[in-house]
């Protein structure tokens, strides 16, 4: 990526979500069907970086969990799953300007826990990784 040019989305077929809560204070997250499945990701903004100009490892992070856990809910039919294990692994820095991409694949899917593996890249990439154990929530 150029760092004159700024990164556009949409040209790519990214197409921009907005969401209430959390999420909707450090998006917007944009999404992208690919096959059967989906991918993620966010464009990094100077609001992102944390006091050594690069993006703040909490938000990548919490990307991850938004992205993993959007992947156990859809396995789930659906149903609404929280995170309460995610471990993560920061390979490379992301800076300002750079659009964050995450992907994740369902490793074991039980009636009340999901396994779920995923990662981030920039431009193809990897600059982390994660894993991550969800319960999935009783309807209400």
């Not at 992208?32 to 990548?60: D, I, Q, S, T």
């Not at 992205?67 to 490379?92: M, N, P, Y």
């Amino acid at each position: 990526m150029n760092d004159a040019t700024p990164f556009d989305p949409t040209a790519d077929g990214w197409k921009s979500r907005t969401f209430e809560g959390f999420f909707g204070l450090v998006g917007p997250l944009w999404t992208k069907k690919e096959g059967e499945g989906w991918a993620y990701g966010f464009l990094a903004e100077p609001r992102h970086a944390n006091g050594a100009g690069v993006v703040h490892g909490g938000m990548l992070a919490t990307m991850l969990d938004h992205a993993l856990s959007i992947v156990g809910w859809e396995a789930q039919g659906r149903k609404r799953c929280v995170t309460i294990q995610l471990d993560t692994h920061f390979i490379a820095a992301v800076k300002p300007g750079q659009f964050v991409e995450a992907r994740g694949r369902i490793v074991k899917s039980t009636k009340s826990l999901v396994f779920v593996q995923g990662s981030l890249s920039v431009g193809g990439e990897e600059v982390a990784i994660a894993t991550a154990v969800l319960k999935v929530l009783a309807t209400p």
